[in-house]
């Protein structure tokens, strides 16, 4: 068996054929029982991702890097574990025992840390967004690629009850062909809000999708399909002084026509004054679906002038303790464990995504129709 070693001593196994160094991948390779798990930051989020894999046999929570500093005794009173603290991020990129690196920092932080960590030779997971720009996403994933370390962002929402529910109705036909979707993130995220502080800021929140509304981009395009030929996105915000200090606009309005004739619509508002609700609506040759409402023609003796409920846990909390973490987290670890990439969301999947975000934040800015096209992909 080949092996080479990085700068922090990280092993590397070949993988490719014998004579062909065209085809040869070099991928991490970890003698642990369990991942190690490398947690930076800790914040709100961060703690929500700590509770969550300590239920999850494949992985363990090493250690923590963080800007602060931290008292060991007090988190280990909080989470229930012992945690090593880093000095630095580079600190824990080179200790062997980190498998896997979990970023919880700040949005403008991710890139850096994601690129440097793949180039370490570890796993991710990222939470959203993965970036505050195309051209750092480009080099996340330029940095995953040539690594190989397999890859999990946080579009969790995939996995929830409701998603994998709306998801079985359109597998099953109950919809037919869709040809109309939109999905919408109605979440004030005002002085009441943990994140208000530093959300407000461009270069930390970036945008009304960027910084949550990305969910229902993502969720429009796990239902809708891709791919998205081009999108107009209109730009807005409250005049409420409670909002005032929002450095960008706080509610879009995006529809995306996608390459087969389909159109689908987000709308993403952060400064409505409102309970917390996630818009679903989706159009389809055979039936329609509202939230957790359908129609189907296909099923015979239905009511056609009522909506029928289907029970399921909605989405309904902006609270990250509410998050389907744990069936995303297993996904990520029992397919790292196979050293395949994971279902759903892996960085691939949500490369996509942001890819459309990107487009949509600069139709609003310039005032145009963008395709994406114009968000070229390197090979």
Known sequence: MDVRFNQCQSVFVRVGLPN????????PFSMAKQFGVGVVGLG??????IDTLKRIPDARVVGISSRRALDPKALESTYGIPLR???SFEEMLCDPAIDVVDICTPHPLHPDQAVGAARAGKHLIIEKPIALTFEDALRMRQAVKESGVKTCVCFECRFSDHFQLIKSCIDQGLLG??????????????PWYGQFGWNVKKNFGGSSLLTAGC??????LHFMGLPVQEVTSFATGSSNP????????TTTVTMLKFEDGRIGKVASSIDCLQPYYFHIHLVGSEGSLLDNRIYSHRLKGLNKNRWSILETSLIDSGDVGHHPYLPQFQAFFESARRGVEMPLT???DAFETHRVVFAADRSAREGRPVKLDELAIQS
Request: hydrophobic letters at 35%; zero cysteines; a negative charge.
């Open 242 to 249: 409670i909002f005032e200090p929002y450095e960008y606009p």
């Open 346 to 348: 892996s960085f691939d």
């Open 85 to 87: 603290l880093y000095a």
């Open 20 to 27: 062909d160094t065209s085809r040869t991948w070099w991928y």
């Open 44 to 49: 709100w989020v961060a703690g929500a991702h």
């Open 215 to 220: 969910h229902a981009l993502d969720g429009l």
């Open 177 to 190: 062909k869709l040809h109309y979707g939109e999905v919408d993130y109605y979440h004030g995220i005002g």
